[in-house]
């Protein structure tokens, strides 16, 4: 019991002191329009009560021996996916609804409650969730049946996974870190171009640095690699925003940084990567 309670206390207290370190960037290091349209996110209430969540959890012995039983037996049948979907964990976090709402009213003035959301390869759909109701409609597409139940169950409309872009439009399409987790990226994004209403726009989200891995690809490699080079986290948003510019036909609206963060378990109480996060829209020929 005292060995438990001594964890907790050094992973707030670890967790207070980097939080700050998450949303920072160089600003030495952009171009001056990158530090233009550079929106500073702060870790705020939502993100803090996501952490004390997941601490919490990870602390709970019997449910945490569960986890990993079950996905010790369910590895031979199931993606990882599947099987975090039916236990019901692994949830994950960017943007509360607060950051969210700050990123697109720098972008566009910010959503008016009217309109539809669209978020592509949701999981569990608690990402989206936070903000989705910024939008009157929402809906979203996820191949994994686990996950699909688990969006059903928040509210989401289900579209097909290779159909959805073809004849609606929607204000405000979500890919949130589905980029270096699906075998063509560079697809998904001329479907999302196509798919965007006039004065909508594209909510990505990417870790940096850039190291795709395709659950679902015999050799977890893509079918197509962005060409997004540099060596730091400035470096690679920068080249990441040029190649959406000149490749894909968007422009850079805003963007913003903040950790990609998701439950933990026995060894760790959450776990997190660099995320960046952009607001692009579409140039209109």
Known sequence: MMTTVLREIVTRASVESKQLKWYRVDKSRLSPELQQKFVQLEPDGETKKFLASSIDKSSWVWTQIWYLLAKAVLKYFWTITDINGWLGRGSMFVLSAEQAHKLLRAAKGGPNNTGSLVDIGAGDGEVSRRFAHLYTNKYATEISGCMRKALSSKGFTLLDTEDWWR?????????????????????????????????????????????????????????????????????????????????????????????YLCEGDFAQAYYWLDDSVYVFTPVRH
């Open 167 to 259: 004849e609606q439009r929607f204000d405000c399409v979500c890919m949130l870190n589905l980029l270096d987790r699906c075998a063509r990226p560079r697809s998904m994004l001329q479907q999302a171009r196509a798919a965007i209403a006039p004065d909508g726009v594209l909510l990505l989200a990417l870790v940096l640095p850039y190291k795709p891995y395709v659950e679902v690809t015999s050799d977890h490699k893509p079918e197509e690699r962005l060409p997004i080079q540099g060596v730091t986290f400035e470096e690679q948003a920068a080249s990441f925003v040029q190649v959406m510019r000149d490749e894909l036909g968007f422009e850079l609206a805003a963007w913003s940084r903040a950790p």
